[in-house]
Structures are given as C-alpha cells and as structure tokens.
C-alpha cells in the first residue's frame, strides 16, 4: 500500500518563498501537486516521472520547480514569488502505472493522495 504524506506549508507574504515536501512510500513512477483554493476546483501544480521528466501548469511554470530525492523518497515543491492567487490546500498525488503529458494533468488519474498542506499568501 503507497502511503503520501505531504508537509511544509504555511503562511508567507506577497513574493515570499515556501518549499513543500511530499513522502511516497512504496513504488510510484509519477508524483504530481495539486491545489485546491476556498471555493474552486482542485487543479494540477506540477508532476515529476520516475524518469526524470517535469510538467507544470502555465500558473506556475516560471516560479515553481519540482524535483526529487530518491533516497529519501522524497518529492519537492520548491515555490518562489508567491502570490496571493496560489493560496491553497496544496496535495501530493502519486501514481504507479504510465501516463501520458496530458493524463497527469488529471486528478482521476492518480490513486493515492495526501491529506492536503495550507499554503496562504498574505497581500
């Protein structure tokens, strides 16, 4: 059983920077952030293949990265120049099978999710 365990959100300021982390346990070969702001659907951040290769959201593509520690099991959401609009409950959603550029875009697509880390950014 895969186990996600996501942490390192908080409160920043405007321009400010967090870094979120995300614990896979068990084989995945895609790790994927998701968010959900008050009100909103949950959309997708940013996703990182086994073999290396990223995908982000046009939201985030300049500020964001995403990258692994394979020893540690370990995915990273390194968030730059906040802003207010990217305030959310941020999830970590990992997957064991293939998909495709456009497939991991979608959230029915993974089948093991976190329980969700608040990220606000104050204006």
């Known amino acids: 059983q895969v186990q996600v365990v996501e942490g390192g959100g908080g409160l920043v300021p405007t321009g400010g920077s967090l870094r979120l982390s995300c614990v896979v346990s068990?084989?995945?070969?895609?790790v994927s952030w998701f968010r959900q702001a008050p009100g909103k659907e949950r959309t997708f951040v940013a996703t990182i293949k086994s073999t290396g290769i990223t995908h982000y959201a046009d939201s985030v593509n300049d500020r964001f990265t995403i990258s692994r520690d394979n020893a540690k099991n370990t995915v990273f959401l390194q968030m730059n120049n906040l802003k207010p609009e990217d305030t959310a409950v941020y999830y970590c959603a990992a997957e064991s099978g293939l998909l495709g550029g456009h497939e991991v875009r979608r959230e029915y697509e993974y089948k093991y999710w976190g329980q969700g880390t608040q990220v606000t950014v104050s204006s």
């Open positions: 068990g084989y995945t070969s895609i």
